[in-house]
């Protein structure tokens, strides 16, 4: 993308501000034109007041001297003001249609990407954006400004000076260029190593249990201390050419400024300036330097929050795999016909992991897949959510191909359980009724109780309003689970989707949810995944996949009666018949 | 926008609210501390950095006295009028104006500038003009070289002590028990370990630089001030009350919205992360338009104090500079008038002038300084909070080597445990007293014995204690009341290396590190030749789906490699447990997440693997159970049923019901 197509974009998040904007731009103009004014007061008061004498314009000029700053301070004020509530408003846009896509985007972006990730791009690019959005961009226009007025002002004092200030100015900008180039390179493997360090922190956070038990801290601190070592080492680089830089900037200035005077001091005593001359001169030299300076920094901010909407706009390019048409039907409530035509899907090209699926399930059937790791029972389940799209064939519900329907209006037919609980660290209640917002009081509970686990939550002192996740209470996997399964249940959904939803659970617990499940199945049509054969017994259909495709399928006695059977060898084998042979 | 007085906008349900505490005294020890542990070991360094920074602060007064010199006594531009009356001067200044330095389009105010007393100059004054820039030049170079030299060691002993802080942080989060880690969590260890310490650094630095130049600066222009015209010092401490009223004004407020700022903040990143984890239950329950009015909400409840601290500093700074401007201009204008009236040369007039306006510098160094501390106190508590986090179990001063072989058996004696209280920040006092008191013990006096060489099954219900069981046994936890022994040693006189290296622990979700395939296999036991990585493997039923990766024992998987599904996971844990071939194993529910299939080819080589040792496992298959010596059902914390397969299912009782269950 062309960095005038970057800019473009970024401004299109302000396009609501554009008054605000042009406001600001006009105060900067204005307050960098009032700049000009003050060195001249000084001169005007060291020339004709202190060295001629001529003390009846020293109150005026005084009030000049006295009045000019305060009125631009004023007016920077506003200015300020105005350009922080442009930047802010623009970053929360950026943000919010940033989050708003990410949240659309489809699974197969979140198995790529880690959410760490993510995060971070959410957070520290838009405010690394953030920083250049809103002063250094009003800075650009008024140091321009002022560099020309400046610019102007000292050629009209004394045009040979005024060369001499500029060689000074070439000086800092080659300083900035021979320096600049080692500092960004160290600041990258700074941050670099600080993010192995992180990794590495992260890791084994997240393998603690492993850590103690092995009893491997002095190794993992080694570790830490070799990667540590190595961080602060490109540390003390990035920090010392970095001060080499500033240095320099300010030996620069300081030497500048000094040759400057001492030469316009020269030029006084062969009588080419006054000495109020030389005071408006090194004024005006300040002014200019600083620019300078400010705007070699700029380029590498610049840069740097060029590289900022680089990630943020791949991540709003990233194409939202599971589009709406535009033509969408909107639905109620299904009835929970589920037909598969000779669906295929693939993740990755080439690698099939569906291979032609037929099966039609009527309204209320339940029905469960089995099968051995990567046979692709999961793959079903989230083709049915519609998680994916099909790569080959279609897949109706209520007779009509899932891609006609509002994505929304679709999702809501479900209620899914998965393997890896999630909770949201807010209260039960809200957890619980996280897929109906509007669930009342006594909905949650019929849920809580459907699921097994109102007992134990009334048993709280806080009852449903006791939080979990982070901050609050821990729960144990199977609790997790259980409020995950209530939830769903309070979604009230037509098709429910159970992947392993009680793998967690004791047999005992498993088989009062089995009873409740019964109940709340009733007339649901669900797809159930699990391991073990005990809980799917009783599913109106069940289907043995292997290797994406169905082997087997019938119910539970129609496959136990064929002999040698697949299904009926691994049931025999579960279900313990020749246990006690061992 | 700029309405103070409403809060609403921040309360909202996944915001938690902000704690506002933290008082001196706290900080008071953390920096004597801070001092003592982090600083004193680098006093040389930091003292020579100091002293350099003080020289280097007086760099402007210098520059300012050599400007007086050039004004005074080699241009000699106005001052002295008294000496020679003013038409003279003008007629001397017309008269030695040579015509062909002054082109015709030099204005006229110039020329009449330029009329200044030449007759006043000293003759030499070119002369004198060279050896002050020569010594001008020399000042600015010696003083940049020494402010080099104070910088580049003050970095090297920031990095010190940030290194220093950073591991010690490490170690002891390492050292600490898994109750603390689960209560704090991934992220927030991290930004302590990382980002706590970084800001503590920055912090110092910031400290020691602007504290040193302040205080040099302040004596230095003090000094001046009091030789030259006492009366400009006199107005300068009057504005000091000002300044520090107008500080005591905003500072509690700046602090108070930058508080909230900081925990509106780590709630985003909170929520985010938490919603980015579970993308999938979002979308599946259609929440995406609730999600996003959440982060709205969070986020304008982010920039709206962001917009508001900008404001006060804005305000503050104006109030700030409007105060110099004037006493600035008042100097000036009193200056001014003096040398109208002969009493002050010009040059020393703007040199008292600017070093008044210096004295400024350290004024406004001292208000940031306030806030600078008040970050590097925050900074620091949090380190040292994690630093004084009393660590749950250690090392006996006595601990005794793993009894090798196991003789005996395993002892649990009278074991009772009971998790530590969490930190719901949302309870008041007595409702977090009414749970201590409601929390039940997890185990409740628990009495077992198993054999050398023997294996126990443990069963139960979720919830019944199993895992915390395991998790005594290994040490993970610390009882609260009760022991275990090993051959009559009990385990917290037991040596830490020798317990790692003799118990092997397959845990119940199965933790896997960022790395090949082959380094997580060894992970236990990092000398083990490629022909043991195999058996274990292999012994684990994971030889063969590792055998169909590309790049098999090196595939990498975690963070950036392949994700492995929960019976990897599982399989992977075990065989990095085999792989240490240790005395005693506690298996913990390591087979739940495996197809029928390999479970039973797994429990088939854990039959032949667990020959001779002492094993300990939890699980929910009959099929596991029967082949174990003994059988224990635990219901609430207690013993509920022990015995053989014969013994429980004669009792009749959680077992034979399970049994029946599974084998029907």
Redesign the interface.
Known sequence: MSSQNKIGRVFGFARKYRRLIVAAVLLTMLLAGMAVVPPLITRA?????????E?DQ?LFL?FL??AV??LS??LA?AQ??LS??VS??L??NL??AI??H????S?RF??RT???K??NR??EDTWAMQTVCGGPCLTVISDLIIATSATMATIAINWRLALALYAVIAVFVLNYRLRIKKIIRYSRLVRRE?DL???G?????????????????A???LA??DQ??IS?DY??TR??AN??FW?NV??IN??GT?AI??LG??M??????????VMAFSGFAAQLLWPAVRFSQLVGQLQEAGVAAQRLFELLDEPCEITEKPDAVPCRRLKGQVDFEDVHFHYEPGVEVIKGIDLHVSPGQTVAFI????CGKSTLLNLI?R?YDVTGGTLRLDGRDIRDYR??DL??Q?G?V??ES?L????IR?NIA??R?NATEEEVVQAAKAAEIHDFIA????GYDT?V??????L????KQRINIA?AIC?DPAIMIMD?AT???????E?AIQRAMTRVLANRTSFVVA?R??TIKNADQIILLDHGVIVEQGTHDALMAIPNGRYHD?YT?????G??E? | ?LNFTREHFRDY??R?PAHHGGNDAAGGALYWRFLREYLWPNRWALLLSILLVAVNANYSYV?SYL?RV??DS??V??GE?SEIP?TQVRLTAQDH??VA??PPEVSQ??R?????R?TN?PAE??RK?FW??VV??LT??SF?FV??WA??RQ??V??VI??KL??DL??K???L??SY??RL??GR??SR??SDTGAAKTALNEVISVGTRGASMLAGGVAILLVGDWRILMLLCACAPVFILLRKKTRPEVQRLQIEQRQTNSC???L?????????????????R???LA??RL??AY?RD??RV??YF??TN?WT??IV??VN?VI??YG?YL??QGRMS?GKMLFLQSTANLLFQPVTDFTQLSFILQRLQVALARCFGVLDEPLEITEDPNAVPFPTPLCQGVAIEHLSFQ?PA??????TPE?RE??RN?RQLVLDDVSLFVPAGQWLCI?????SGKTTLLHLL?R?YTPTAGSIRFDGVDLQKIQ??S???R???V???A????GSMRDNIA??Y?NATNQQILKAAAAAQMHDFIMEMPVQYETLI??KGQ?L????RQRL?LA?ALL?NPDVLLLDDCT???????E?RIQETL?TQLVGKTAIMVS????MA??CHQIAVLADGHVAELGTHQQLMANNG?YA??FR????
Request: aromatic letters at 10%; a neutral charge.
């Open positions: 008061l060291v020339d004709r007041v202190f060295t001629c004498g003390t020293f005084g001297f006295l700053p305060i301070q004023v004020i300020k003001t922080v509530m802010v408003n970053i929360n943000r919010l989050y708003r990410l949240l659309y985007l699974l979140f198995n880690s959410p760490g993510v995060v959410l957070m600080d360090l992180n990794a922190v992260q890791n084994r956070m997240g393998g603690d249990l492993a850590i103690k038990t092995f009893g491997t801290e190794r993992e601190h830490f201390h540590d070592v602060l540390g003390y920090d010392v001060n080499t240095m300010s030996l300081a030497l000094a005077y001492l001091c020269a006084v005593l062969q009588g080419e300036m006054s000495y109020g001359d099968g051995a790791t990567g959510a998680f994505l929304h999702r809501s479900f899914i998965l393997q999630h949201f660290s807010t209260t809200e996280y897929g917002i048993s709280l002192p806080k939080k996740g982070e901050d609050g209470l821990a144990s996997v199977g609790q939830r979604a392993e793998s967690s659970l004791d047999s005992d617990a088989a391991h054969l005990s691994l084998k579960h279900i313990g018949k246990v006690l061992d | 926008m349900p996944y938690t520059i400007n050039v004004v080699i241009l531009v106005g009028t003013d104006i040579p330095r002054h105010g110039r009449i500038g330029l009329g200044v030449f100059r004054a070119g003009l002050l820039a001008y030049i600015q170079f940049n402010a080099r910088a580049r970095i090297a920031n990095q940030l290194g950073r591991e490490h170690q989060v390492l050292d028990s898994l880690h689960h969590g991934t260890l991290l370990i990382m985003i990143y909170g985010v992360s938490q919603k980015m984890d579970a993308v999938k239950a979002v979308q599946s329950y259609g929440r995406e609730g999600e996003i982060f709205h986020s304008s920039l962001a917009v900008e404001w804005m305000v104006f500079w409007l401007h004037l201009c000036f204008l001014g040398v109208l010009l998790y969490g930190s719901d920040a949302s309870l409702e009414r749970n409601h069963m139960g219900a979720s919830g290994a993970l830490f290396a317990l790692r290296e118990l092997g622990v845990p119940q979700e933790q896997i590190f960022s992970y236990g990092l975690g963070e994700s599904s929960g019976g990897q844990s990095r240490t739940s997440a495996l197809d029928a299939n390999t039973r039959a929910q298959r009959i099929s029967v082949r959680f019901k399970l269950e599974q084998t029907e």
